[in-house]
T-cell receptor, first 110, second 114 residues
């Protein structure tokens, strides 16, 4: 069993739909990262969370430390949101060594 | 904002040659950088942690003599794939932490060994 698991593995939705990607982890963490990887391979860090909720534009990330669970939400999804979304955990404070989830491939259809 | 630059973006080489990949933090100092590899449709796998001025820390199963890491300055880490073979063909990407908060990733290097 992976220490960081994501669901679903693949998600296809219509433009405008509300998207939720889930991440569960089985180890103690200091922070949880959400990353976005586009087809060319480049990776962008979307959020780093240690508690609560963060919002940036149409993206919202939440984390429940007690339940060891985090979610990434996309409101009013758009084809340009199509990418692989990866959650990753940092276990030690001050050390950014990441343990990665397997990723969720999101496809938004116009 | 903070940027991490990685070069080259793509390299094709013959089997047996060595390939060097550079990762630079452009406007911040990165005492620690990370190197990952990614096979098609798989997730990222941490290869090693690059520490400025000291030896890199390699993950289990990663050959340190095969993947040489040098972090000679606070803004530059290099990964050299020595005596590359077709099984080394992969996507390699680096990252650096900015002020212990947000992570910035290089754009990645697609290595193809013929």
């Amino acid at each position: 069993k992976n220490e960081v698991e994501q669901s679903p593995q693949n998600l296809t939705a219509q433009e405008g739909e509300f998207i939720t990607i889930n991440c569960s982890y089985s180890v103690g963490i200091s922070a949880l990262h959400w990353l976005q990887q586009h087809p060319g391979g480049g990776i962008v860090s979307l959020f780093m969370l240690s508690s609560g909720k963060k919002k940036h534009g149409r993206l919202i990330a939440t984390i429940n430390i007690q339940e060891k669970h985090s979610s990434l939400h996309i409101t009013a999804s758009h084809p340009r949101d199509s990418a692989v979304y990866i959650c990753a955990a940092t276990q030690t404070f001050g050390n950014e060594k990441l343990t990665f989830g397997t990723g969720t491939r999101l496809t938004i259809i116009p | 904002g903070a940027v991490v630059s990685q070069h080259p973006s793509r390299v094709i080489c013959k089997s047996g040659t060595s390939v060097k990949i550079e990762c630079r933090s452009l406007d911040f100092q990165a005492t620690t950088m990370f190197w990952y590899r990614q096979f098609p449709k798989q997730s990222l796998m941490l290869m090693a942690t690059s520490n400025e001025g000291s030896k890199a820390t390699y993950e289990q199963g990663v050959e340190k003599d095969k993947f040489l890491i040098n972090h000679a300055s606070l803004t530059l880490s290099t990964l050299t794939v020595t005596s590359a073979h077709p099984e080394d063909s992969s996507f390699y990407i680096c990252s650096a932490a900015y002020r212990g908060e947000k992570l910035f990733f290089g754009s990645g290097t697609q290595l193809s060994v013929l």
